[in-house]
T-cell receptor, first 119, second 109 residues
């Protein structure tokens, strides 16, 4: 099963600055996914990160605002650039793995999330 | 575009009562459906995964059914406990995950 370490767990940032979120997986995975969860809402996929290629962004998300790096098969970063209060959200990374104890088999495993507040 | 709806949005029950959480989706061409639990301010914990070819999946007090033709899944939690209080999310995988808005459950001691 895949275990994801995500950091920071939370941060308070000034508008106009940038924050880089890191996700480390304890096994090699082909794809990593980045999600945003705005207050009171469900998760929305930002982009899919493949090792050795450009990330694939979903509609409404652009690389200039959310640059992603994927230097190897166990690590990825998401940067939230030029932040505004509207970027205040929980950001989560995930991989497809086999979470221990989950009936059914291969499922999506999530990091513990980064709670970002922009002031 | 896949649309996922969860009803009810919130649910409060006394301890020991069974919970029934509903999820519906608009496009039945899916690989699988997953149920997650999210505690306040935290990430997601996988609970169950149902493959598109399956009708149900069980894990302990949890049982999830899937009716792909009608675009519905139901999560049953038997004999609820205060520790079951959380938000439950269903997510449909049709090459990417589409999430419902969740059902927030409160189990009163």
């Amino acid at each position: 099963s895949a275990v994801i370490s995500q950091k920071p767990s939370r941060d308070i940032c000034q508008r106009g600055t940038s924050l880089t979120i890191q996700c480390q997986v304890d096994s090699q995975v082909t794809m990593m996914f980045w999600y945003r969860q705005q207050p009171g809402q469900s998760l929305t996929l930002i982009a899919t990160a493949n090792q050795g290629s450009e990330a694939t962004y979903e509609s409404g998300f652009v690389i200039d605002k959310f640059p992603i790096s994927r230097p190897n098969l166990t690590f990825s970063t998401l940067t939230v650039s030029n932040m505004s209060p509207e970027d205040s959200s929980i950001y989560l990374c995930s991989v497809v793995g086999a979470p221990k104890g989950v009936a059914g088999g291969w499922a999506d495993t999530f990091g513990s999330g980064t709670r970002l507040t922009v002031v | 575009k896949q649309e996922v709806t969860q009803i009810p949005a919130a649910l409060s029950v006394p301890e020991g009562e069974n919970l029934v959480l509903n999820c519906s989706f608009t496009d039945s061409a899916i690989y699988n459906l997953q149920w997650f639990r999210q505690d306040p301010g935290k990430g997601l914990t996988s609970l169950l995964l149902i493959q598109s070819s399956q009708r149900e999946q069980t894990s302990g007090r949890l049982n999830a059914s899937l009716d792909k033709s009608s675009g519905r899944s139901t999560l049953y939690i038997a004999a609820s406990q205060p520790g079951d209080s959380a938000t439950y999310l269903c997510a449909v995988n049709d090459y990417k995950l589409s999430f419902g808005a969740g059902t927030t459950v409160t189990v009163r001691a």
